[in-house]
């Protein structure tokens, strides 16, 4: 049928009429209208608008295709299926959102554009998106609105400048003056922020003392010149208004170019950097200037209960103890201490300025930022080194550690913690102030000489699980800060007779001595409770766990080399079995890595051999309601010589790793492709389904492949269903999605197999591309016994039903089980009650 008869066609008018929505579709080469709805029509007043140009007529005032016209980026993105955007027609006056998608009719390309009226959605929830107390746009949606503003000025090819400050000292006003004072001066910011804003300009209140400001068309020099006018009203209400206190605040300016591609978020982080180093800058002044008005000559009390227990532990160690109070910011430090550098007393207010005159002019910079991002609350561990001059006149290296505890109302209440003069600087790992692995290496074995005084000894190796994720996310120089992080947070919980080591990359190495029964398990777990958590780093969010392994001394080895290579296999062991978890060595792990080293050889052999051992069997799939026949989940088998009949379960992670597993799926598919054609000679609408490995989805011809394999076979794409687990449709992967979406127009059907087994949610269920959803086994095996698994067998098969999915049970093994779910609404059984996975020649197919 041919393009125009296609769009004129009355059936094809009729159904979208009947969609309250606009609806128009252009030739792509000439912009000419060949099809608009009777909706779309009325709303702008058009009669007969096929065959004008649409920016002629949708449009006011333009002489060529519009700028902010989508057909230009759908061409180019040849993997993008469709482009939602949000347009404002000057014609109308109305708001609309777009969905954009490009179809191919008779050789010829067409733009078919879906439109939406959202302008009342917008108008109603106007209300809801302001902060109540500065009237500005609030958090969700002044970044929506920054969003917004970015994508208009990317085509209008404007800059657009993101200001983000923080009100300076407003928890000593809170503190002083109260809550209410605090939210008065919140309100004045607002204000002057208000004064300055132009008409495309936006603010909005990020946080309790944050706030961003948008310059529309501005250089960063305009944007920093309307800054200080703010700055500059804030200083006018304060004499005003005659207030008790400064108002003022610290910014970061991030300029965003219209060939930028920063996410909002990307560009309040941007901004947040430049504002922390002035709002540094703004503290650091403000301690020296109190510095001045100190006498340290003056005796100054220092409030502690545990004075013996002070004294003790200075006197038992050759660290300096100190502890500082920080509500009043005065700190007490060991007479050691004092003797050494020179110090005023053993009491010293306002510590940081006065160490800033004794720390190495080339380490005073990092020394205050680091002092200050305790005072600010942004950390709440201290590590560092620099070099102080003794009353020698000597240049030492020193290694502060600390942290930093808040009472019950979340404040900072205290901050303690130890500084070492660091020895051998060769032995220090520079970039998390840790001991490095030659310092490592070196300690376990001085305690395997000296075996008198180590009855036992574990080495525990630590690795982050998905630090790549992290730098790959955000960028190197923040991945370094979070393994400063990590390496203090898994300092912080080491008992006394454990001491942590960074060794390579993202690995650390913990020496445990003489410990109690299942003090490493505790240890692990303080460690896990750490890390196992959504996370925030300079204003970024992030989660890695960590996995480790475990040996020890005697029981597993009696040399380095030993220990440290078995606590290397039980870490792998760890990752292997899904990360974030400890495993202990045992002997068992090296006769399991032993049994996977050789099965991954004569995977290879088999493979090499034209698949020779393997088999492909086939599971009955029936109609719920009759138990008919409907096809078949084709099971790869494997008969290994040497080792006999092996799971697929441990045979398929073992081909995934070593790569193979992309061939041998293929081989899978056109033998499952093949006897299904030669069974649908005798059931017509006999059906084949086969499972598809994330790493296939990864070849860039999955697609094509398939395609030319059903082929080959002779075999109608209406007739195969792919499957793919859940744990991987469930992350909404581009790559996945696209692979998914390309297969089913092709007729294809895409199956979630094991639903219920991983960490889905039900939005997922109508968002994920798949026309099967496959119910995990285990919920069919609990059917006589626990109610819950037939409540969500009929949940999820109604909610899969209303998104339009067909839903198939597997792991109905007997009678009782099929007639509990049969008026559950499925369409699909699969189960050993049907029929065990069966070779071609056994499978009863008549």
């Known amino acids: 049928m041919a393009a125009d008869n296609i769009f004129g ?32 029509k009325e709303t702008f007043g058009l009669d007969n608008p096929e065959g004008h140009t649409c920016w002629q007529v949708l449009q006011k005032g333009m002489r060529e295709r ?26 109308t006056g109305r708001v609309y959102r777009n969905y954009d998608s490009l179809i191919e009719l008779d050789g010829r390309v067409y733009h078919i554009q879906n439109s939406m009226d959202i302008t009342n959605r917008l108008t109603f929830s106007e ?24 994508e208009q000025a990317k085509k209008e090819k404007k800059t657009v400048v993101a200001a983000l400050f923080d009100i300076n000292d407003l928890k000593t006003v809170n503190d002083r003056f109260g809550h209410l004072e605090g939210d008065r001066l919140l309100r004045y910011a607002a204000l002057a922020v208000r004064e300055v804003l132009k008409d495309k300009d ?30 500059g009203r804030l200083k006018e209400m304060e004499r005003q208004y005659k207030l008790p206190y400064r108002m003022s605040f610290s910014y970061g300016l991030m300029e965003v170019y219209p060939e930028d591609s920063y996410t909002v978020t990307q560009v309040i982080a941007k901004a947040d950097s430049q504002m922390y180093i002035q709002k540094r800058s703004y503290h650091i002044e403000q301690a020296q200037g109190r510095l001045t008005d100190i006498d340290y000559g003056r005796e100054t009390s220092f409030q502690y209960d545990k004075d013996h227990l002070y004294a003790a532990l200075t006197a038992s160690t050759e660290d300096y103890i100190f502890v500082g109070n920080m509500k009043t910011g005065v700190f007490m430090y060991p007479p050691a201490m004092v003797k050494e550098f020179g110090l005023p007393g053993l009491i010293l207010e306002n510590a940081a300025a006065f160490w800033g005159g004794l720390i190495h002019p080339h380490d005073e910079s990092k020394f205050l930022e680091s002092n200050q991002e305790i005072a600010d609350g942004r950390t709440e561990y201290h590590n560092i080194e620099y070099r102080a001059r003794n009353v020698r006149g000597e240049w030492i290296w020193l290694r502060c550690r600390g942290k930093m505890v808040r009472d019950v109302q979340g404040m900072p209440e205290l901050f303690a913690g130890f500084i070492t003069n660091l020895g051998k600087r060769e032995q220090i790992d520079h970039m998390t102030g840790l001991y490095n692995r030659f310092k490592f290496e070196g300690t376990i074995k ?64 913990v020496v445990i001595l003489n410990g109690e029964e299942g003090e490493y398990r505790k240890l692990f777990t303080d460690i896990q409770k750490e890390l196992d958590r959504q996370q925030e780093w300079n204003g970024r969010k992030y989660h890695c766990t960590i996995s ?73 799939q029936v109609e719920s309601d009759d138990g008919s026949l409907y096809g078949a989940e084709a099971l790869a088998r494997w008969n ?3 080792y006999g009949s092996i799971s697929p379960v441990e045979f398929i992670p073992l081909l995934e790793k070593s790569g193979l597993i992309v061939e041998f799926g293929r081989w899978v598919f056109r033998k499952a492709a093949v006897q299904c054609s030669e069974w649908r000679k005798i059931c017509p609408d006999f059906r084949i389904s086969v499972n598809l490995s994330y790493m296939q989805v990864l070849q860039d011809d999955v697609v094509s492949f398939v395609s030319s394999a059903l082929a080959d076979a002779g075999l109608e794409p209406q007739a195969v269903t792919l499957e793919l687990t859940e744990s991987y449709l469930a992350n909404e992967d581009e790559l996945v999605r696209g692979c998914m979406e390309d297969l089913k127009a092709r007729g294809i059907q895409v199956a979630m197999d094991d639903f219920g087994s991983g960490y889905s949610s039900l939005r997922s269920l109508k968002t ?79």
């Not at 606590?567 to 068992?588: H, I, M, P, Q, W």
């Not at 086994?777 to 999915?805: P, Y």
Request: aromatic share 10%.
């Open 9 to 40: 066609n009355e059936l094809f008018g009729n159904i979208l009429n009947r969609l309250y929505t606009n609806i128009f579709v252009t030739d792509i080469e000439t912009d000419e209208i060949v099809y608009m709805n009777d909706v779309m």
């Open 66 to 91: 519009c700028s902010f016209c989508r057909i230009k980026e759908l061409i180019g993105e040849k993997d993008r299926k469709l482009c939602i955007w949000d347009e404002h027609n000057v014609l």
């Open 127 to 150: 209300t809801a998106n302001i902060d109540e107390l500065t009237e500005l746009w609030n958090r969700r949606s002044g970044k929506e609105k920054l969003r917004q503003l970015m």
């Open 202 to 231: 936006l603010a909005l209140r990020l946080s309790g003392d944050e706030f961003v400001v948008a310059f529309y068309a501005e250089s960063s020099e305009e944007a920093d010149d309307s800054m200080r006018r703010i700055q």
């Open 446 to 509: 001085k305690h395997l000489v000296d075996s008198k005084k180590v009855s036992h000894m574990g080495i525990m190796i630590l690795d982050m699980d998905t630090f790549k994720d992290i730098n790959d996310l955000y960028n190197r120089s923040f991945g370094d800060e979070i393994l400063r992080v990590t390496a203090e947070k898994i300092r912080s919980v080491l008992p006394a007779n454990a001491v942590v080591y960074r060794l390579d990359g993202d690995e650390f190495g």
């Open 548 to 620: 480790a392994g475990y040996s020890v001394y005697p029981k597993d080895a009696d040399n380095y080399l030993d220990l440290i290579k078995y606590a290397d296999y039980a870490l792998e062991d760890s990752k292997r079995l899904g990360k974030n978890r400890l495993t202990v060595f045992s002997r068992d792990i090296i006769f399991d890595r032993t049994r996977r080293l050789k099965l991954t050889e004569l995977l290879r052999e088999c493979v090499d051999r034209g698949f020779a051992g393997f088999d492909v069997y086939y599971q009955p």
């Open 640 to 642: 290994c010589p040497g």
């Open 768 to 846: 994920i591309p798949v026309n099967v959803v496959k119910i995990d086994r285990e919920f069919a095996a609990g059917l006589t016994s626990d109610a819950f698994n037939m409540t969500f067998i009929r949940a999820i098969t109604e909610l899969c039903h209303e998104v339009g999915k067909s839903v198939c049970l597997e792991g109905i093994e007997t009678r009782e089980e099929y007639q509990m779910v049969m008026d559950c609404g499925l369409e699909l059984i699969q189960g050993y009650y049907f029929g065990k996975p069966v070779k071609a020649e056994d499978f009863p197919i008549a």
